[in-house]
T-cell receptor, first 119, second 114 residues
Framework: GAVVSQHPSWVICKSGTSVKIECRSL??????MFWYRQFPKQSLMLMAT?????????EQGVEKDKFLINHASLTLSTLTVTSAHPEDSSFYIC???????????????FGQGTRLTVV | AQSVTQPDIHITVSEGASLELRCNYS??????LFWYVQSPGQGLQLLLK??????LVQGIKGFEAEFKRSQSSFNLRKPSVHWSDAAEYFC????????????FGTGTRLTIIP
């Protein structure tokens, strides 16, 4: 199947600094990528939809100025957590949509996730 | 808006025993349904999906799921679990093609005892 690579897999940063997380589709082009956030022992919550060459679409309640998303190429989307605070500590996961053929035949491939700890 | 319910937060089964993980969805039409597995600290891997057609869907690692419209359910099953199946399992739904926003259930943590 298609491979989505997410980097870094874990990061520790000081409060007030910014952190960038990269999501790459290694063997396919992804016009759309999704960013999720997962709190411990909870489900994944969609943060935003990232579209190549255009602005990201954020879900209700997600601060777009805090979580900056850039999708400058068909293989790379980045999530930057600006002025991070301890409450931003979480597991962030990206996914990319692949059309596998035929109407309705679509599949999302996920990165391995990034564990962010803000101290 | 669509929603997904996984009633069981945690299930423990013996190795070799059968498994059924429950998933119920709420949506007016037939959604696209998925089951994902997540190992600790990892991303998600797709086990299987249902779009249309045969309501019994076969997936990877010996898993299957059955779509039951009358019960709004999409339960995941495996006849004989292995210790390596211990993980978190998520049911997910996409309301319609063209809007690939996955809505996830809260997950079921599966523990396997020898």
């Amino acid at each position: 199947g298609a491979v989505v690579s997410q980097h870094p897999s874990w990061v520790i940063c000081k409060s007030g600094t910014s952190v960038k997380i990269e999501c790459r589709s290694l063997d396919f082009q992804a016009t759309t990528m999704f960013w999720y956030r997962q709190f411990p022992k909870q489900s994944l919550m969609l943060m935003a939809t990232s579209n190549e060459g255009s602005k990201a679409t954020y879900e209700q309640g997600v601060e777009k100025d805090k979580f900056l998303i850039n999708h400058a190429s068909l293989t790379l989307s980045t999530l930057t957590v600006t002025s991070a605070h301890p409450e931003d500590s979480s597991f962030y996961i990206c996914s990319a949509r692949v059309l596998t053929g035929g109407l309705g035949n679509t599949e999302a491939f996920f990165g391995q996730g990034t564990r962010l700890t803000v101290v | 808006a669509q929603s997904v319910t996984q009633p069981d937060i945690h299930i423990t089964v013996s190795e070799g025993a059968s498994l059924e993980l429950r998933c119920n969805y709420s949506y007016g039409a037939t959604p696209y349904l998925f089951w994902y597995v997540q190992s600790p600290g990892q991303g998600l891997q797709l086990l299987l999906k249902y779009f249309s057609g045969d309501t019994l869907v076969q997936g990877i690692k010996g898993f299957e799921a059955e779509f039951k419209r009358s019960q709004s359910s999409f339960n995941l099953r495996k006849p004989s679990v292995h210790w390596s199946d211990a993980a978190e399992y998520f049911c997910a739904v996409v309301a319609n093609f063209g809007n690939e926003k996955l809505t996830f259930g809260t997950g079921t943590r599966l523990t396997i005892i020898p």
